[in-house]
């Protein structure tokens, strides 16, 4: 994300916005590990804007997190298992927790 290297927090949350809906899209009807590459960049969109992030922001990256997390926790055990869809679930679990949106249900499933 070339937002994330413009240092401009609100050209970086508008873009951050974009991809979630795009990957979102993608995640919904494609096979293929790119929106979760992809979707990796979140970590790196919020820590490098997390001073300049309200709560509310905050708040809303950590449930785009907790969405991949539960997407990819209910994928067929082979696609889990693929390299960038595990990478995804680790960042997505990095996320989280920095949110602290965990949930009720506290530990992930995985």
Known sequence: ???IRSGDAETARAAFRKARKTIFQQIER?????????????????DSFVPYLSQ???DE???????????IERLPGERQDQRHV????QTMQRIIDATGARGAEGAPAR
């Open 1 to 3: 994300m070339g937002a």
């Open 30 to 46: 494609e096979r293929l590990h790119y929106p979760y590459r992809v979707a990796r960049l979140f970590l790196e969109f919020y």
């Open 56 to 58: 509310q922001d905050k």
């Open 61 to 71: 990256i950590g449930r785009a997190a907790r969405y991949i997390s539960d997407r």
């Open 86 to 89: 595990e990478e995804c679930w």
